[in-house]
């Protein structure tokens, strides 16, 4: 018999680069005040930021450029951003040190884990997953984060009236985004024809959407609300 346990299906594969002297820095001087350590308990969104307010959690923030953006033009909510790749999370502290920007806090962590684990229902008002992995391979598209038990627990931890915004750059995992979302009893799509909608304000264009508009790709937004 086999006890070995079974291995979980990762949406990301962990490359971890070098980081540079203002990254490392950073993520030595500001995690104790914005880090959040991955454990087992659960995360109290008020004490985390020591306040009440709109609270955004991003998944998969990259270099971290765009959401510190948001943050620091939006001062009065709180940004919460998931990320698995040092570098990315040290950029994103390393701007917001030079900015004064307060109202971040980073896990450097498995997001699936962290949602499961550490995320209390009903406490988040909008989840932003923007440019995930596409897995365009077709015998990859298993390891794409957005499958129903992920967006189960993503309604789980949005409030009543939550918003769900997905974008992407990769036309089939844009529709598969929007099969799955829209066959769910869970979200109501905000779209006036129950597809895409066009890119909100709010969303920063990235550096890595600029090159792929100036390629010729496309982008397709989706904005679901938890019902």
Known sequence: ????????????????????????????????EFG?????????????????????LEIGFGNGESLFQMAHENPQKNYLGIEVHRPGVGRLLHLAQNAGCQNIRVSNHDAIEVLETQIQ???I?????????????K????????????????????????????????????RHMLSTLNNSDLYINLSKDK?????????PTTKFEKRGHRLGHGVWDLIFQKK
């Open 1 to 32: 018999m086999n006890n070995k346990p079974l291995r979980t299906i990762r949406s990301f594969v962990k490359r971890e680069g070098r980081l540079t002297t203002s990254q490392l820095n950073a993520l030595e001087s500001q995690w104790a």
């Open 36 to 56: 959040v350590d991955f454990t087992d308990q659960k995360i109290n969104i008020n004490q985390l930021f020591n306040r009440e307010a709109e609270t955004i």
């Open 121 to 123: 229902d009903n406490s």
């Open 125 to 137: 008002d909008r989840l932003q997953l923007y440019f995930p992995d596409p897995w365009h391979k």
């Open 139 to 174: 015998k990859h598209n298993k390891r794409r984060i957005v499958q129903d038990k992920f967006i189960t627990e993503v309604a789980r931890i949005l409030k009543p009236g939550g918003i769900f915004h997905l974008a992407t750059d990769w036309e089939d995992y844009a």
């Open 195 to 203: 597809t895409f909608v066009p890119k909100p304000d709010e969303r």
